[in-house]
Structures are given as structure tokens and as C-alpha cells.
């Protein structure tokens, strides 16, 4: 599916399947960014003349587009980042930290990401809440029995991924968030694997706060979106101060921020990027989410099928219903696994892909991970199982 649009599959012989790190970019979003640096470049905010201004329009124009996107309630909610991570150190310093009190309970799981662990770690660490995981199921899921089961009268914040980055499973985020909704608990969502494939609805799925990243959405490194809604997002306070957030401030001391979402963008935002998003949403949504979706899993079946016929193929994840396939070889590294494949120009990951507490329900410490995306095709699969099937021996052929 469009694989003429991007450059980096006809410049470069390679297979691509490292999509959950990040996606490659269509032709349109490159333009969208030289096209500021070579036509329009001016800071925002700031500037009265004809190329500020564009840059201002677009800019913030940007914000009504990721709103239709996710389908929250107004362009306000949009604050941009510099990607998931930002995002969610933006809510847990900015929002959280001033919200719990100690021994308020998180409830989180050990599939997540680092960076929706990690600050919640520094924040108990700071003012004494109290982190809790939801117990993963044996395909390594959160159920809703194992949800409900771990919320406690102490629960004030549930954050989870809705497609985790290893075994990619997809959360039920909107039976999760309706029960939030209706107990006064509040809800994150790590959307960095589940924007760039699903279609997601905001208000519908009672979310609120949602992050997600540009670069895995075929969109530029350095931009991503943290989405709140409005009566949180006013209330919370901005991490990071100076140009651009402020209306006034005194030598006797003291400030006025300016309205939200703009007060959480201190000094000069990632322009080119804000708008390189821009281009790359429009282009998903001409795509359409749903097909992306439906061929993603097209080809994860596919994928499973085929690579269920090497015999020292361990899967994961087979029934995990997105394009995250977690695998290993018997008696192999994931490491050499990949540096095997990329003797074929097939680029996977190997590791515990930032996600290292799995490990405690997965019992191993590393895999190769395969993610797809819509530009991926059958024939690139089957040259991977080809590949694996060819190798007898990787150590004997991987050099160091
Ligand atoms: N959350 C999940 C589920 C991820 O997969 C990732 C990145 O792989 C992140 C958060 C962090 O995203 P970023 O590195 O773009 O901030």
C-alpha cells in the first residue's frame, strides 16, 4: 500500500520493520518541512509579516487537525511536544504532582513503556504516592477482571498503554475509561503505538490525557501531542517557563501566563515539525485509520502463519491484535537475530524494546521484534521467514 510515497523504500534496499521505534516518512511530510525552511521560515507568535504569519496559521491550525484526529472536544486540548515521552512528564510533573497526595495509588502494568513508568517512579519517589500494577494475563493482556481487581479505594489515576510496544496487545481503553469516568479516577493514555494504526475517539473512550508521538506516525522526529481535557488542562501547570507561555511578568515578581494550550509551549516550539505532523496526519487520514488497521492485521496473521513454520521460531504474541510480533530463535540472542537479518537488509529490533519489567512475565530477557506498518507487504515477510529458515547456524554467520 503506497509504497511510492515514500522516499527511504526506493532509495534504500531494505525491509522495514522496525515501525514501532519509528515509521518511516512520506514524501508529503519532507516537503511540508523544506517547504517552511525554504519558503516561509519566522518564529511564531511573534512576527507581523507575511511569512510569520503562514507560519503562525499553520502552526496553529495544527492544533483543529489533531482534534479531528482524536476527536476531543476543542483545539485547546492540544498541547504539543516533543514527543510521547515529553508528553507524559509534562502531565505527571505539570498536572499529577500537584493533584495526589501520598498514598494515592497509580495504577499501571509492567508492559508498559519506560516512559510511562519511569516518572511515575520519580513522583512517589518526590511525594510518597504508591504505584500498583495490574496483573498481566498468561497472553501477557490486561483483562478487565485483573483491572478491576487492582483498583482500590486509593485509585486516582489509571495509565496505560493502548497497544503495548512488545506484545501489542490492544487495550479495551473504552470500557476501561467509561469505569473511570463513572468512579472519579482520571485516565492516561499511552497512545505511542495505537494512534499511528487505530482510529481513536477521546470522548467516547472517556480519556483524559492522551500522548502520542509524531515520528511513529510517519511524521517528523522531535513533535508529539499531549491531549487533556479542558478542565484538567486548566488546571494543570506548565513545566518548562520563559518566551512565548507568558502574558506579563514583574520585577517585583510574579507573571501572567497566557491562556492554555499555549502557556505549555515555552520558547520557540519545533515548527517544522509541528507542521511536518500536520502533513502526516492529513495524509493517515486520507488513508483511512480503519484500512490501516484491517491491513495490519491482514498481515500480522500472515505473519504468524509463515513464521509458525520455522521450528526454532518461538512466538509471543500470536494472537495479539495489532502488527507487534515479539519472537525468538532457540539458542539464539535476539541481538544476532538481528544483526543475522540485517545481512538480508531486513531492519527488526532486538532487546527488551524499553519495557523491562515484562521480563518478570515474559522470563526472558531480550526478543526480535517485527512491526509492521501499511507500506509493509506479504513478499517482505516471506523473505524474513525465508531468511530464518535459511540460517542453520546464525552464530557461525554473524560477524563481530
Ligand atoms: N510509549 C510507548 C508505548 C512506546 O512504544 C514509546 C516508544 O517506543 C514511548 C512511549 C516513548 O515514545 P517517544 O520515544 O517518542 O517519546
Redo the contacts with the bound molecule.
Sequence with gaps: MRREDFPMLSNKNIIYFDN??TTLKPRCVIDAMNDYYNYYTANIHRGLYESSILADYLYDSTRFVVRDFIHCSSAKEVVFT?????S?NLMVFGFMKNYLEAGDEVLLSKA??A??ILPWIRLAEEIGIVIRFIPLDENYAVTYENFLSSITPKTKVVSL?H???VIGDVRNICVIGNYCRNHNILFHV?G??SVPHLSIDFIHDNIDFL?F?G??MCGPTGV?VLVVRENLLKKMAPVFYGGGMNESFYSEGGYQLKDIPVRFEAGTPPIAEVLGLRSAILYLMKIGLDNIHIYEIYLKRYLVEKLSEVPSVTIYNKDSNSGILAFNVEGVSSMDVSKYLNMYHICVRSGS??SKMLKEDLNVLSTVRVSLYFYNTTEEIDALVLALKKCQNIFKIVEY
Design positions: 514501532a521505534a516533543s514527543g510521547t515521552t515529553h507524559i508498559e513503556h516512559s510511562n498503554a497497544v503495548t510496544n499511552d505511542a503505538q500522548s508521538s515520528h511513529k508529539g524494546h524499553c
